[in-house]
């Protein structure tokens, strides 16, 4: 079993003007991100999107909102043949110190649980230091997304070691289909700011 953990934003879609996404017509795909989703399908991969949500905790927007946006998201990934089967999201302002917000690995633990895989069997996938880090709790593969040339929420630079760096999820998805059902993933050799 192969799943991919993706972040939303800056992974998915572009980031929205004011930092987040509160409505449909905000939310506009990362070029070549919802094709790579497909490939990812057709090649039997499980796609599963983690998203902190803090603007729900901030009442800047509602689940009703969310939903569209999301609805959106699964619309336009369906035209380019792609799907993703779950969409977990903490609802949580960051103060509010929940479990369930990354880097804190709780929504990850969920998504292990429901498909009864191994941290082996996980990759995070994402434009967030936090979604790694969450990743790495699991022991997962830990692939970050350049596409929006940003390091989000931890404010941090630095990455969890072993950690690999990839221009867009499109050039994430060449580097793991080219996998064999019986091969194994190997990471690249480690370059210099990997982590």
Known sequence: ??????????????????GFIGRPDEWV???GALEAVSRLNRAG???VVVTNQPGLGRGLFDVIELNAVHAKMHR?????GGRVEAVFFCPHAPDEDCACRKPRPALFRQIAERYGAGGSEIWAIGSGVEHLQAGQALGAHLMFVESTGRLVESGSD????GSERFADLQAVVNALLPLGDGDVY?????TPGSH
């Open 186 to 190: 190997q990471p690249a050799e480690e």
């Open 45 to 47: 991969w499980h796609v």
């Open 76 to 80: 336009e990934l369906a035209a380019a």
């Open 29 to 31: 795909a990362v070029p």
């Open 1 to 18: 079993m192969k799943i991919a953990i993706l972040d939303r934003d800056g992974t998915l879609n572009q980031w929205g003007d004011h």
């Open 158 to 161: 630095v990455l969890p070691e």
